[in-house]
């Protein structure tokens, strides 16, 4: 009797031990702070989403992410909800490829990668979602493209770099800034005169360009940067669309080689308005005359700059890549 009595409080003390055990185990989430996922991988291709997520110990203070207002993330926070048991938050992939560190205020940390899923269907060397897919962008930034490079002509403003101050150099801010978004702002920067009935691109603003940022220009068949010469613009950032002016699109670029010296110069000249065989051009001569705006016929004399087809200097007219 007395060893069937010890027999059933061994049996008793050891199932309270497993009891204690597997309650102990089951509740470690309550016990520790946990931060779920700590690695996230997704496309830069702005429109992934995951969801990270705090479970608080019951112990001591909450944890939450450090979300500070005015945060410059590289991906899109969409939703950050507050629960009993934590936080809970959800992100959106943005368009640059990069590792970020997104900390708690208790320094854990969940590493995020985007990692580049991009497409060049068109295999000109720049990805698409860089370029301007819909009409009504391509036409916004002819648009600002031209009311830019015509706003130097009138008079040449200190937002453009004076040491660039070339063929090439006129087409690289005028790029640049059709680009941007135009606000009060840019108007006071620049002394450019906002103009309504110009909408700005919609796709994206400088310099939040998708996978290029602030790369604006190809200058080798793999590199991109911000600077670009006469030559790597027609090399690598445009395509040839006919040896006809009447071809030309407002925005489009007429470049030439000069062939006479011993080493061959690219010089470039922007057109301001299209379906015309006598379009009117602007071009910056590289020297003290400054930018200059004439007719294509007033070339016609000139063995370089004749934009005709029996020209051999001519190289034709250009667009640019992100418009195709």
Not at 29 to 51: H, M
Not at 102 to 115: D, H, I, P, R
Not at 238 to 249: G, I, N, T, Y
Not at 268 to 292: A, C, F, K
């Amino acid at each position: 009797m007395y060893k069937e009595s010890l027999f059933r409080d061994s049996i008793l003390r050891l199932s309270f031990v497993f009891v204690l055990v597997d309650f102990f185990l089951g509740c470690k989430p309550i016990l520790t702070t946990l931060v779920e996922p700590t690695n996230v991988r997704l496309p830069a291709d702005g429109k992934s989403v995951a969801v990270i997520q705090i479970t608080n110990s019951i112990f001591g203070k909450a944890e939450e992410f450090n979300l500070q207002e005015g945060g410059r993330f590289p991906f899109r926070i969409i939703s950050v909800e507050n629960t009993s048991k934590g936080q809970r938050i959800r992100i959106e992939a943005g368009m640059m490829p990069g590792r970020f560190q997104l900390q708690t205020n208790f320094g854990k940390s969940v590493t995020l990668e985007f990692f580049d899923r991009e497409i060049d269907s068109d295999s000109d060397g720049f990805p698409d979602s860089s370029e301007l897919g819909t009409e009504s962008d391509r036409e916004a930034f002819r648009n600002w493209f031209v009311r830019i490079a015509l706003s130097q002509y009138l008079k040449e403003n200190i937002a453009w770099n004076g040491k660039e101050r070339d063929c090439s150099g006129l087409i690289r801010f005028a790029y640049r800034e059709a680009l941007k978004e135009h606000d009060q702002s840019w108007q006071e920067r620049t002394g450019i005169v906002l103009d309504k009935n110009l909408p700005d691109i919609k796709s994206f603003h400088y310099p939040n360009i998708p996978k290029l940022g602030t790369n604006l220009f190809k200058t080798s068949d793999k590199e991109f940067g911000t600077f670009a010469d006469a030559k790597s613009l027609e090399k690598h950032n445009a395509f040839p669309v006919s040896r006809e002016l009447s071809a030309a699109k407002k925005g489009d670029i007429l470049f030439f080689q000069n062939l006479q010296k011993s080493e061959i110069t690219y010089h470039s000249m922007i057109v301001l308005e299209e379906g015309q065989e006598n379009p009117n051009l602007l071009y910056h001569t590289g020297s003290d005359r400054g930018i200059q705006l004439i007719q294509s016929r007033e070339l016609k004399s000139s063995n370089i700059f004749n934009p005709s087809i029996k020209n051999p200097s001519f190289l034709g007219v250009y667009r640019f890549h992100i418009l195709e």
